[in-house]
């Protein structure tokens, strides 16, 4: 310790190499240990053993999902969407408030390449169809403005930015969403049908259907119900095949009553 300042400057004490080395691999340690925590208990939460590879046919998914045992979101689409590549989702009504449900399990999905194709009714909310058309206009720069991180943000930012990230999903192509138009119709008629496929790398697929549109509400507050059909399971792979094709009959505008746009 310095006692006096005429007496010369204290020199910095040097911390040996040695110590250095061992606080980098102690940290380095702890680190690696609390991610492999989270990782065990993110696969315990879907059924999974500890160090397995995550695909669809990992999970243990119930054969229906409904209001009275559980949220759709943090049961349902937040096990699916952590080991999905693709999803297909048609409904009657979609709000971009879906993506507040399950954030986290949405940005790994869409980090990892992710697409959603969806099909709904053409009754959006001005902020969506405002949204949306950016996303097309205004492409070139809204591809160079990465918003993916919204998703790891707070609740109120999150909300806050729903506009911004809708555009971003749109110009990146990691969502493409079409309306659906009853033809020939007389009054009041919408598309209302509601189906889903979650799709993993593998080809693995998870079908429902059920009551529940691509609404925040729907996942998170109304009373709804959906039945799980897997495409591993030699009973249920036919109606995955069912429902695929309903999509892609759909996706291209090939449905008998129906004319889906762009």
């Not at 902020?127 to 790891?152: C, F, K």
Request: proline residues 3%; neutral net charge.
């Amino acid at each position: 310790k310095c006692e006096s300042a005429s007496r010369p400057r204290c020199s910095p004490r040097l911390v040996p190499v040695s110590w250095l080395v061992t606080a980098s691999i102690s940290l380095w340690y702890h680190v690696g240990t609390s991610l492999v925590w989270l990782d065990n208990l993110c696969r315990s939460s879907c059924g999974v053993q500890a160090g397995a590879m995550l695909s669809l046919d990992d999970l243990q998914l119930a054969l229906q999902y409904r209001s009275n045992t559980g949220l759709l979101a943090r049961d349902f689409y937040a096990k699916c969407l952590s080991v999905s590549s693709r999803f297909y989702r048609a409904a009657g009504f979609f709000s971009s408030s879906v993506f507040t449900t399950c954030p986290l399990e949405f940005h790994g999905f869409f980090a990892r390449g992710g697409v959603i194709q969806l099909v709904c009714c053409p009754i959006l909310s001005r902020g969506d169809i405002s949204a949306l058309h950016a996303g097309y206009v205004n492409r070139p720069s809204l591809m160079r403005a990465e918003r993916l991180g919204l998703l790891l943000q707070n609740a109120q930012d999150l909300q806050r930015g729903l506009s911004g990230l809708v555009a971003y999903l749109t110009a990146t192509s990691r969502l493409e969403l079409k309306v659906a138009v009853v033809q020939n119709a007389r009054g009041s008629e919408i598309y209302h049908e509601k189906i889903g496929l979650f799709e993993d790398a593998e080809g693995n697929r998870v079908a429902f259907v059920g009551s529940a549109n691509e609404t925040r509400a729907a996942l998170m507050s109304n009373f709804e119900v959906v039945d799980i059909y897997r495409s591993w399971e030699e009973t249920e792979s036919q109606r995955v095949t069912r429902k695929l094709l309903d999509f892609s009959s759909l996706w291209e505008s090939d449905t008998l009553g129906l004319s889906v746009l762009p």
